[in-house]
């Protein structure tokens, strides 16, 4: 029920971004009597549809991707195929990332074209179960086609931009001529406003989806293994190795790419203060008992469900207590 109702979220957020766009489009061409928005419309469809078939080659290439066949990784393999069988879905293309933050992430245009890649760094912190957890989040994005729904929506602010960038500057230079072209200025600059604001709004309903998708294939993973004490654990440690990890650059790198991380890099420190509450016996780890009662007792400050607006990622602590909800 609990994933029914993540579902049923991310398809009204899909229908209520391109109903707005589509309001807007209709505004301005009723107002200015032009098609111009709809060329927009159609070039931030393409430039989606470029970055959509060239994406997976940027994503292996900005996170150092090797894939691995399954005499060199026969373990990750086995755990991988099992999942996919479990899910529902083919069997996705596996791969080791190099980089030095521990990390999983999926990627790919479709479910037959699916990858899933975790780093060294992962392997070697996790114990089987909570790498199988992890493996099972990723495959989760798979089989919800929630890649492909970010890709579509990130075309709504994108047409929204183009059309206050376009409408912005023709309303600077109408107005500089004086007279009729000052007024005919005004209306120009007023659906600039417009579309600013929309961009704005729109941009959060992205990030929104964004952080829906992460809590959805939460649910899938804990479906798929029963073990959601182990995705927590993983999720504690995965955090604690970022905000550990060196150097700097590194991790600066990988800020443009911060969607493809299981949990939120850039964020690490501020995180693993608030989930070390959650390790009662401080060995490291998150175990049953102690996700009972952290979902129980902890609480999210008004301060960082405000952040939480602006970020790609659930807060950590409300992703953890929810998965207190599925033991």
């Known amino acids: 029920m609990r994933t029914a109702w993540l579902k049923i979220r991310m398809g009204l957020c899909v229908l209520l971004l391109f109903a707005v766009i589509y309001a807007l489009l209709i505004v301005i061409a009723t107002f200015t009597g032009a098609g111009t928005p709809i060329i927009y419309a159609l070039l931030a469809f393409v430039v989606v549809g470029i970055q959509f078939f060239i994406g997976p080659k940027i994503v292996e ?11 060199e990784q026969p373990e990750l393999h086995r755990m991988v195929t099992e999942l996919a069988m479990k899910a529902g879905i083919p069997k996705p293309r596996v791969g080791i990332s190099e980089i030095p933050i521990p990390n999983a992430f999926a990627f790919g245009t479709s479910k037959k074209k699916a990858r ?9 912190m996790l114990k089987r179960d909570e790498l199988e957890a992890v493996i099972g989040h990723e495959l989760s994005h798979i089989k919800n086609r929630d890649m492909v729904v970010i890709t579509a929506l990130s075309v709504i602010p994108m047409i929204c931009y183009f059309i206050y960038f376009s409408f912005f500057w023709s309303g600077i230079f109408g107005g500089m001529g004086g007279g009729r072209n000052r007024e005919g200025a005004l209306p120009m600059m007023a659906i600039a406003l417009i579309a600013f604001i929309v961009y704005f709004i729109s941009n959060l309903i992205v990030l929104y989806v964004s952080r829906i998708r992460e809590y959805y294939a939460d649910a899938g993973s804990a479906e798929l293994t029963r073990k959601p004490h182990e995705l927590a654990s993983a999720l504690y440690k995965m955090i604690y190795g970022s905000a550990r990890a060196k150097p700097e650059k590194v991790k600066k790198e990988m800020e443009s790419m911060r969607a493809f991380f299981a949990a939120d890099p850039v964020t690490a420190r501020n995180d693993l203060k ?8 401080k060995d490291g ?13 902890a609480k999210v400050s008004r301060a960082d469900r405000m952040m939480e607006f ?18």
Do not use: Q, W
């Open 310 to 327: 602006f970020s790609t990622h659930p807060n950590p602590v409300s992703r953890v207590k929810r998965l207190g909800a599925y033991l």
């Open 61 to 71: 290439r900005s996170m150092r991707v090797r894939y691995v066949l399954e005499r």
């Open 116 to 124: 899933v890649c975790v780093t060294r760094r992962l392997m070697e």
């Open 285 to 297: 780890k998150i175990d049953e008992y102690e996700l009972r009662a952290f979902a129980e007792s």
């Open 274 to 281: 608030d989930l070390r509450a959650a390790d009662l016996n």
